[in-house]
C-alpha cells in the first residue's frame, strides 16, 4: 500500500493525465477501461490504489510511453524485490518474465 501523501500525488496526477487526454469526464475513462465509475472515480480521491494491470491498462488508454511505463514497472518490480525472496518470485508476482 502506498503512502497517503503518494496515493494523493497519482490521484492528481491520474485526473490530470485523463482530462489532458480528451477524457473530460471520468466515466468515460472509467468505460474504455471496462471498469464502474465508482470504482473508477475511487483513485482518483485517492482512497484505493489501482493493481498493477489496470495501471498498465490506464498508461495504454492514456497513451503514456513505453519508458515511462517499464519506468512504472521497473518501480514495481523493485518493491515486489524488497517483499519477496528471490527475484522469480517477484517476477512472477508481476505478472511473468522480465
Known amino acids: 500500500?502506498?503512502?497517503p501523501e503518494v496515493r494523493s500525488q497519482f490521484a492528481q496526477r491520474l485526473k490530470n493525465l485523463r482530462t489532458q487526454r480528451g477524457f473530460d469526464r471520468a466515466r468515460y475513462f472509467a468505460k474504455s477501461l471496462g471498469?464502474?465509475?465508482n470504482r473508477y472515480t475511487r483513485y482518483e480521491r485517492?482512497?484505493?490504489e489501482p493493481n498493477l494491470t489496470l495501471i498498465h491498462k490506464m498508461c495504454e488508454t492514456l497513451r503514456v510511453s513505453?519508458?515511462?511505463r517499464e519506468l512504472l514497472r521497473q518501480t514495481a518490480l523493485d518493491?515486489?524485490?524488497a517483499i519477496y525472496d528471490?527475484?522469480?518470485?517477484a517476477l512472477d508476482a508481476l505478472g511473468g518474465a522480465d
Not at 528471490?86 to 518470485?89: E, F, H, I
Open 66 to 68: 513505453p519508458r515511462v
Open 1 to 3: 500500500m502506498l503512502a
Open 46 to 48: 485517492a482512497e484505493v
Open 86 to 89: 528471490n527475484r522469480k518470485q
Open 35 to 37: 471498469i464502474e465509475e
Open 79 to 81: 518493491t515486489l524485490w
